[in-house]
């Protein structure tokens, strides 16, 4: 029977094996940055994310503590992969013609399925060594699996944390007398849990001020996964906080989405904005979106510690084709089956077509370039009256130049 270091060790090598960058052992506690969780609901800075609310029978914030949403867990193991791609920022890119898709929303494959897949690998690999089953069968193939279909938001973990995808829930009972029986839950984005909490007490990386993940090697560019288990195993020390006096996230950011360091609002959140937020996008906000189109990265693009993130060789994180600076007149005026075509196994379905096009047009107003007026003027008549009325606020910010 393998020990706890043993099975411990066990877990990183196969989360390397998998294709992780990192992996660490965090314990399951309501740890310090847990009890903010409560107080940012109440205050309201979750804007319309319903779905962060979720709460159980006794009306308990889920998102709270793990002791809440699997009283079972005793460890959460936290994988993280680089997706950093040899491409310019956003802070870099100045063609007015064209807008800005987040960085992670480039992939030729779904985050959230390549993620979970690598999790799969290292859930297999665990459960086959602690739960060996019969010869000839699959460890986790005749195992309940339920569906979370709570959706996750790439951007108040990394900041924005975009789409839809499933949790897996596994029961493994092992044979009498050598183990207690071990459970698994497999999250990407879309559980009661707040990763980076956990990524921290995993050594992973510490929580920037700016909210995001950060690891002194990788820097900030990092998918998230995690596997809760019902085994104790070797956790890792916490990760330090290497922010020091740095304030260059907080000042960059063009809305203002900083209440102060690690505290922010997503309510006036570039990436909430053009993500989540569905409807008219109030007019006070519309300059400070620039050309963001789906998702924001200035608050990582101007860290310090990403100016030497290594590129990842993955093939699913490569840009698509057309995805990092689309033309701004050509997601203005996209429609229904060019979009599902286009951004099929995207995040970027996340933002739905009227809002991607809702984006486009502010983005255009934000310009500075008349060439866009012709289009606008078509546009301030476009069925969709979210666009039309943007497309009115865009005309009159070019036509003030």
Not at 171 to 186: F, K, M, Y
Not at 301 to 310: F, G, M, Q, S, T
Request: net charge neutral.
């Amino acid at each position: 029977m393998l020990g706890i270091n043993e099975i411990t060790l066990l877990v990183k090598r196969a989360a390397h094996d998998a294709g992780f960058d990192l992996a660490g052992i965090a314990p399951v506690r309501d740890f310090d940055e847990l009890a903010y969780f409560p107080q940012w609901i109440a205050h309201g800075h979750a804007g319309e994310m319903k779905y962060l609310e979720a709460r159980d029978e006794a009306g308990r914030l889920k998102r709270e503590s793990l002791r809440v949403a699997a009283p079972w867990a005793e460890s959460v193991i936290v994988c993280a992969i680089n997706y950093n791609t040899a491409q310019p920022y956003s802070t870099q890119v100045h063609d007015p013609g064209h807008g800005w898709i987040s960085r992670y929303a480039w992939g030729n494959d779904d985050y959230h399925e390549a993620v979970l897949r690598k999790l799969r690998e290292v859930e297999k690999q665990l459960a086959a060594r602690v739960a060996p089953p019969a010869p000839g069968t699959d460890p986790l193939a005749s195992r309940n699996t339920d569906h979370d279909r709570t959706d996750g938001l790439r951007s108040l973990g990394r900041r924005a944390r975009t789409p839809v995808d499933p949790s897996r829930k596994r029961d493994l009972p092992v044979t009498a007398g050598e183990t207690p029986a071990l459970r698994t839950w497999c999250y990407v984005d879309t559980g009661p849990v707040v990763e980076r909490v956990y990524a921290k007490y995993a050594g992973v990386g510490w929580i920037g001020k700016n909210t995001c993940v950060l690891n002194q090697k990788l820097g900030s560019w990092l998918f998230l996964g995690v596997i809760l288990t019902s085994l104790e195993l070797v956790p890792d020390l916490p990760a330090p906080d290497r922010c020091g006096t740095c304030t260059r996230c907080l000042d960059a950011c063009p809305t203002n989405a900083f209440l102060g360091p690690y505290h922010l609002d997503a309510n006036k959140c570039i990436s909430y904005l053009t993500i989540e937020k569905r409807g008219s996008i109030a007019e006070e906000l519309r300059d400070g979106m620039g050309r963001h189109l789906f998702g924001c990265d200035i608050c990582q693009d101007v860290c310090p510690w990403n100016r030497r993130a290594p590129a990842t060789q993955a093939a699913e994180f490569q840009a698509r084709e057309g995805l990092v600076n689309p033309a701004l007149e050509w997601v203005a005026e996209m429609k229904s089956e060019e979009f599902r075509e286009k951004f099929r196994g995207s995040p970027v379905r996340r933002a739905k077509l009227s809002g991607l096009r809702r984006n486009a047009v502010i983005a255009m107003g934000n310009s500075g370039n008349r060439e866009h007026v012709p289009t606008l003027e078509k546009l301030r008549a476009d069925e969709d009256a979210v666009i039309a009325d943007s497309a009115a606020w865009a005309l009159k910010k070019l036509h003030s130049l």
